[in-house]
């Protein structure tokens, strides 16, 4: 659900270069309370890897989180296309990249944080596929994008469970921080269910018809 594009449903609207919409992408309703995390200090990004998602900057700072927080884990699970990716003799065990699977809940029921990271792009309109799918499972998430973004703006009022950060290293050190001290209370995650009943197909579709109705 991360990586195929058949279930990406994105649509741009564009009349005379005056008019256009961006609807969000629905998620699939998995089973959201997946229990206390059987590794805690654990952080998983799932998906592409590639130029503007490289992973470099965010494995340099899991290697400060990692000497405050021992032991501490980093799975990226996914399409590796980075080749220069350095990491630090001390942690080359605890990151730990794996080729996509299946089955990627049974993986996100051992992590304590999900990682999304928005393309390095300011002024993006997009949020990432990535991220819906993250907001159905009651794990907190670090969303590491830019200030103003969709992404930010989207999950403002989910201050328990999403913490939003730009790509600047003291911000992301402490949204790990932050991210990894949410004791697991399936009750906390009761603020998402405003933005989960907007990810479903068909409230997308009823806001897709509204917003062809309001050009046409």
Not at 100 to 115: G, H, K, M, Q
Not at 192 to 198: D, P, S
Request: charged share 20%; glycine share 4%.
């Amino acid at each position: 659900w991360v990586v195929n594009t058949a279930h990406i449903f994105l649509l741009t609207l564009s009349f005379n270069k005056k008019i256009c919409a961006v609807i969000y992408n629905p998620a699939k309703i998995p089973n959201t309370s997946l229990g206390p995390p059987l590794e805690t200090n654990s952080f998983i990004y799932l998906g592409t890897l590639y130029e503007k998602r490289n992973p470099q900057l965010i494995i340099d700072i899991f290697y400060d989180y990692y000497k405050e927080n021992r032991p501490s884990k980093f799975y990226f699970i996914g399409d590796n296309r980075c080749t220069d990716i350095k990491i630090p003799e001390e942690i080359k065990e605890n990151v730990i990249f794996h080729n996509w699977t299946d089955n990627p809940e049974e993986i996100i029921a051992r992590i304590n944080t999900l990682v999304d990271i928005d393309s390095n792009i300011p002024g993006d309109v997009f949020m990432s596929s990535k991220l819906s799918q993250y907001l159905m499972y009651n794990r907190p998430i670090l969303c590491i994008t830019h200030h103003n973004s969709p992404a930010e703006n989207f999950t403002k009022s989910l201050t328990q469970t999403v913490f939003c950060t730009c790509h600047i290293k003291k911000e992301i050190l402490n949204g790990m921080r932050r991210a990894n001290m949410v004791v697991h209370n399936d009750e906390i995650y009761k603020e998402r269910t405003e933005v989960r009943q907007k990810l479903k197909g068909q409230n997308i579709c009823i806001q897709l018809l509204k917003g062809l109705e309001s050009i046409i």
